[in-house]
């Protein structure tokens, strides 16, 4: 029985092929810009009442009730290696959903949702703005930026 | 392999894991019973194993099937008591119904798994039996077909699957099981006896009724299920031989799938009336009589069929695998395996034969009317393993859905109140949704709750199969298996507990002979019990085993370096014992199989830490050990202590909490400590390690500034600090920083204070939590107290996982979020082992108890006056009585004072006919104090006010001392001499002693004994060293037990007996006692242990050491004479 069910939250969880086109969520973390496959974001909230957390590791910010759910705020900034962030009106939570946890991170401004084409996504360089390349799935290009789309479940593994 | 699909396949798998679940115990109990079969529970394994197996066979699953196969064919010959089931044959099932499980678990490759060791063993088991069993009956054959009831052969040989060959034994004759015969020979159906016997003492006739379905039933233009109504009604169908179904299921045109129906029907008709029902010819009903023989209705004896001959019995494998397996079999396209193949070629033709099993209609019977109670009623037998589904009963689901749906009514009344701004409305709403919320809560707080029995019915096995390896004889009794825990805790207690079972096997329970010795029962008891105490899940284990011996625990770890020898010379029993939590520590001698690996206990205590649970031990050496474990209910909501740290609030389980303390600021100074590096709280006689929660987790401690009220940073570096720059233990750079406004200089509190402690505001008492985790416990010292409140417990973030000093989070009423505390694991970041904080605290508390046993020589003395202005004190536990009398009821008789007491003269004198004290006073109301000496009443005339109370007896037995007078002690200011009464006597009296002595000079004559006697107070030192050498005694002195024990090696052949204090320094009695016990030489030595107040937890723990008898220390005449009794003894 185990196994059946195993097979499909492999089946679930796998990624969705890199073809097509995928939505973004983009968001700036300091001054770069960074996109988020929309599926995987739960919401964005700036609920910032958040509880220290005396101990955690440096880049949490604290936790926070989402409804009844208790979720771990991560500075973004500080977790891809860049300085923290500010908190002010355009900071926000974006909550999303990462081996069945709700995480939040914490990110300087949202921008827009942009729909990139994955044949047109870039494989991302050793280094992005000073974060490292293993956090991105890619780079996608536009016109007048560039987009580091985030492997939210690389940022998010425990052993980094 | 033909794996149906899922579904049925998850089904099969949960009902047959359902089966297995009890199958273990009943495999124990009827081992337990062995040769007195209780029918009704290898029925019920027989019917499980059948069960599992017909549905193997079905999905293809040939590797359970062939094993339950096997299995069934050893039950069904323990079933027809052909087989004894002893212990051997018990383990080869056991060991399959494991082998089972594990299938069962990786069932997919169930098939591809070699069980062909387990097949063996159990056709071992079948083979070795179907030989002895085969001669036996051979010889009993030939009576044994007498009759039709007795001569059945109950059960043939259930033929292996694979094998045509059945042996020709049969016919058990022991009449248990009933087949049943029409006269003509045709075999009707067999039954369990013990199935038809209760019913004659019901009063009921019991009828063996043949109904051909064509001839009497649809000739006669009745349908059969009408006919199975018509005997509902009037009486009992206990046994068929077609699948019996509840009659009201069956359909309008059902038929049997057997030409004939044979039916076993109790009936309060009588013989000549029962055939009113039937409506058939009357040969084809018998009486079945309690003598087990058929009866035609006239009343003569059915003529007995010869039996060995009959028809081959009519195949009915068909309807008996239907009935056990799933209905599902009529519709798949694979036939079910002939589950219990009845091959007519392998019946053997000497005998009578029959069907081949002939319980089988039995079971089908039973099967059929039990398989509906029967998914729900075995539901509790649930799995040790983490389950993830779980029955919960359709009632508490329908109340969910009830209070559910009024959440949803109430929250729209609430929407809608809210939507016109009616105030009052929302009121309303949120009252009912706060009820609703808590009905809700509790409902499914129930949902989750299941027995421990889950946990507690695997033990059985365990202990049997452990005590077997072990070659020990235990015994478990269980008790309150119906508790209930939530589903959580039921899971992670099963490992724990099942640790402590294994322990209390192997290393409690002593091996048979050893227990025999110790003139113990041979068989070690082990009893688990759960309770309910105080809204917590009690769950004791004890043993009548050897017991933990507290000073080998703490000497082991003196050993192994978890203690320093001072911390364990200091503790008490019950801290030695509890080291054995400690990480690293295992007592085992020999690290056997079963436990001793060294990660025992200390795992145990972690698993219940997680839980919320307490654990504690209880032991006494040679007599047992008791564990108790405490859990709470559940853990998803717990009541919690709120707590202000830094800003922020946090809550410690109530279940850790001990006590609230607030220390005012004026006392902070005199009870805190600072010891070393810790801070310590002096908490009625102990010492309490305190740790600051701000410095462990790193957050800002506040504190409120008395002045304005507002929240400021603490910055203090200890508690004791002051925050005022005036303090002097400020350091000084603090003191430059210091806000002055704290403290203006010029306030009239702090004029007034000024020198002392100026915490006079109350906001700067000290708040302390004091709380424990089973063995430690500590003071955890935040800024704020709060309310207690039941909080939901939530799971932190995998970010958060290693941040030790939580057990999780919980959210607030303000919607904000509070870290719930791990006190344990807080208590460890702190530094703090369960043994009381540092080395330095040790010391201390080293000091505290030696304040605790300097108290504890005290004597009770009782104060009284001779004349008005001098005091006089006896030892008052040789007060017998006191009285009072009138100076006139003095008779004076030849030259001696008496009075008239209880029917007898009572001799009467006063301190001043001895001793040169000032005459009595002389005033009409007197006391007579009454002491026995040498076993005469004697009064003391005294004056009052009388007085009894303990005092710490630093007597100076010099200056005062005089004959009648032992020494003095000051008692309340004012100097008290201590009467010796026995002097006195002696004195006045010494025709009283004369006899005593010489008699016991005739004992002594020849060898003078030497006494060794150990005694740290000089003064009783030289009282009871006196009395001893008026005795005739030679005494060897010393001041403590280690010179005690000195003496004794130097002079081993002379001691004699051996007189101890108990406490001294150094080493105290007991300890004395026990090493002279130990060891081979001496402990033939008896040891009177002398004390000034002997409670019973002493003797006991004397009793214990080996402490042969308890004597008061100025109670010197039962000294003597113990130590008479013990020298001629020895």
Known sequence: MAKVTQHHAIQTSSDRKNDGTVELATFYVGSALCGMDILKVQEINKLMEMTKVPQAPTYVMGILNLRGQIVTIIDLGKKLGLTEIEIN???????????????????????????ADWQKVEPPPANIGGMQGIFFKGVFKMEDRLIGILDADRVLAEDN | MAIQDDETLRMYLEESLEHLADIENDFLTIEENGANINEDLVNKVYRAAHSIKGGAGFMGLTNIKDLTHEMENILGKIRAREMVPTPDIVNVLLSASDTLKSLMKDILNSNDIDISDQIKALKAVLEANGKSHGKATAKNSAPAKEKEKAAKPVQPEPAPAPSPVVSASASPANGQTLALFFPDGQPALSMDAKKVTPYFTQGKFIYLVKMEVTGHIQAKGKNCKTVLEEMEQTGLIIGANFTLQPVAELAADWLPDVPAMFFLFATILKPSDINVLFEIEDEDILELRSDLNLYKLNGTLAPVSDGATPPPAKPQAAPKSSAVATPKHTVVAMPPEPVVSPEPEAVPTELVEEDEEPGEQTVSVVQASDSGPDAPGDKKGGKFEHETSLRVHVSLLDQLMTLAGELVLSRNQLLQSMGSNDKRGSEVAGQRIDLITSELQEAIMLTRMQSIGNVFNKFPRVVRDLARMLGKQVELSLEGKDVELDKTIIEA????????????????????????????????????????????????????????????????AVEKG??????????????????????????????????????????VKTNLDMLGGIIDIDSEVGKGTTIRIKLPLTLAIIPCQIVVTGGERYAIPQVNLEELLRIPAAQVSKRIERVGNADVVRLRGNLLPLIRLADIIGADSHYVDPESGEAKNDRRKSILDRRSKQSPLISRDEKGTEDDACQPEGSGKSHSDRGGDRRYHSASALNIVVVSTGSMKYGLVVDQLQDSEEIVVKPLGRDLKKCKGYAGATIMGDGRVALILDVSNLAQMAGLSTVEGSARAAEVAEKERAAVRAGRDRQSLLLFRGAVDEQFAAPLNLVERIEKINRADIEHLGGKQVMQYRGGTLPLFTIDQVASVKPLADQENLLVIVFVVAGREIGLLAIGPVDALEASLNIDGTTLRQTGIMGSVIVNNSTTQLVDIVEIVQTLNPEWFKKEESKKKKEEEGKSATILFAEDSSFFRSQVKGSMVKEGFEVLEAEDGVIAWDLLQQNAENVSIVVTDIEMPNMDGFTLTRKIKEHPIYSRLPVIALTTLAGEEDIARGKAAGIDDYQIKLDRERLIKSIHDHLKAA
Do not use: C, W
């Open chain 1, 89 to 115: 009106e355009s900071s926000r939570n974006i909550i999303v959903n990462s081996d069945n946890e709700y995480i939040g991170l914490l990110v300087s401004r949202i921008s827009d949702v942009v729909e």
């Open chain 2, 562 to 603: 978890l203690i320093t020898e001072e911390q364990a010379k200091i503790m008490s029993t019950r801290e030695r014992i509890n080291l054995i939590f400690l990480p690293g520590f295992s007592t085992a001698e020999k690290v056997t199989e079963v436990s001793g690996r060294g990660v025992g206990m200390d795992v």
């Open chain 2, 493 to 556: 207690i099963g490992d724990p507990l099942t640790h402590l079972v294994r322990n209390a096997v192997d290393h409690g329970i002593e091996p048979t002979e050893v227990r025999k010795k110790a003139g113990k029962n041979p068989v070690g008891q082990i009893f688990l019990r759960a309770y309910h105490e105080a809204g917590q899940v009690n769950i004791e284990i004890s043993d009548d085993g050897k017991g933990l011996d507290g000073y080998k625990i703490a000497s082991k």
